[in-house]
Nanobody, 127 residues
Framework: QVKLVESGGGSVQAGGSLRLSCGISGDIGNYYCMAWFRQGPGKEREGVARTDSDGRTTYADSVKGRFTISKDNAKNALFLEMHNLKVEDTAMYYC?????????????????????WGQGTQVTVSS
């Protein structure tokens, strides 16, 4: 059983930065795919960034150049560095894991491909 716990959300002004953390417990597998999703008010769930066990990363066009996903194997944690935040980045952010890695082979981030989800951490960006 994998447990994911997000932290680091908060309220910032546009142009500010936040660093989200996801503590990982349990076995995420040797060929994992991990990602961050977000869901804003009245919006569909959106894949933001993903990374796999080989260290490859991909990003949604809306966050490229502003967000960075990383995994610290020693700390068993996943991070999302967010810079130059915009009002439209306001959302609940979720850390997710696919222990067999298939989710990272897909062309886009598909929520149903990820078996494990955290409870989410709220990010609010004001103008």
């Amino acid at each position: 059983q994998v447990k994911l716990v997000e932290s680091g959300g908060g309220s910032v002004q546009a142009g500010g930065s936040l660093r989200l953390s996801c503590g990982i417990s349990g076995d995420i597998g040797n060929y994992y795919c991990m990602a961050w999703f977000r869901q804003g008010p009245g919006k569909e769930r959106e894949g933001v960034a993903r990374t796999d066990s080989d260290g490859r990363t991909t990003y949604a066009d809306s966050v490229k150049g502003r967000f960075t996903i990383s995994k610290d194997n020693a700390k068993n944690a996943l991070f999302l560095e967010m810079h130059n935040l915009k009002v439209e980045d306001t959302a609940m952010y979720y850390c997710v894991s696919d222990p067999v890695g298939g989710a990272c082979a897909a062309r886009t981030l598909v929520p149903s491909y990820f078996h494990y989800w955290g409870q989410g951490t709220q990010v609010t960006v004001s103008s």
